[in-house]
């Protein structure tokens, strides 16, 4: 069965310094997504991304944020200087079209800053 | 905002029993999903329910949803030790996102 898959599983990294968040999404689906969840608490909407562009992004993406889909496969989240609060599940997740509704989510990499 | 709220909070019940968790969220929505995370995995989807559907099954799953009230509830019957996992509900309103709930944390024991 296809599904998304995330590297790395985990990061550790030191406060200031740039991470990048790699996912691959399933071949055919259409709309692409960041979620992130930090520890006990709820899972947050980060971005969406269709046909090569931001859609939607909440309050969270800021100007640290961004996301690129380089090479047609390959779908990146990248933290330009990490904060301690930044540390969490970060979740991709793809979908075929944006009225199915389903979201198929990867198993997230858990980014700790030091 | 859209989140959705689940109640309860944590549920522990005997194997074969049934669970129930509900949800309720805040403005008006175009579907209603639920997830399963298993401790320390990724989300995976179970079932999803239109603004306007009123029931829905999937195998050993039930949910509703009444759009008056802006609640849901689920349904898991016959549970299995397998069912253990925290469950989200996720609002979409038409917006490109999800908004999910807290989550209701289920324990089956054997």
């Known amino acids: 069965e296809p599904e998304v898959t995330q590297t790395p599983s985990h990061q550790v990294t030191q406060m200031g310094q740039e991470v990048i968040l790699r996912c691959v999404p399933i071949?055919?689906?259409?709309?692409f997504y960041w979620y992130r969840q930090i520890l006990g608490q709820k899972v947050e909407f980060l971005v969406s991304?269709?046909?090569?562009?931001?859609?939607?992004k909440s309050e969270i993406f800021d100007d640290q944020f961004s996301v690129e889909r380089p090479d047609g496969s390959n779908f990146t989240l990248k933290i330009r200087s990490t904060k301690l609060e930044d540390s969490a599940m970060y979740f991709c997740?793809?979908?075929?079209?944006?009225?199915?509704?389903?979201?198929?989510f990867g198993e997230g990499s858990r980014l700790t800053v030091l | 905002s859209q989140q959705g709220e689940e109640d309860p909070q944590a549920l522990s019940i005997q194997e074969g029993e049934n669970a129930t968790m509900n949800c309720s969220y805040k403005?008006?929505?175009?579907?209603l999903q639920w997830y399963r995370q298993n401790s320390g995995r990724g989300l995976v989807h179970l079932i999803l329910i239109r603004s306007n559907e009123r029931e829905k099954h999937s195998g050993r799953l039930r949910v509703t949803l009444d759009t008056s009230k802006k609640s849901s509830s689920l349904l898991i019957t016959a549970s299995r030790a397998a069912d253990t996992a925290s469950y989200f509900c996720?609002?979409?309103?038409?917006?490109?996102?999800?908004?999910f709930g807290a989550g209701t944390t289920v324990t089956v024991r054997a």
């Open positions: 997740a793809s979908e075929w079209g944006s009225s199915t509704g389903e979201l198929f």
């Open positions: 403005t008006s929505i175009n579907n």
């Open positions: 071949s055919n689906h259409l709309y």
């Open positions: 991304f269709y046909n090569n562009e931001i859609s939607e």
């Open positions: 996720a609002t979409e309103a038409g917006d490109y996102k999800l908004s």
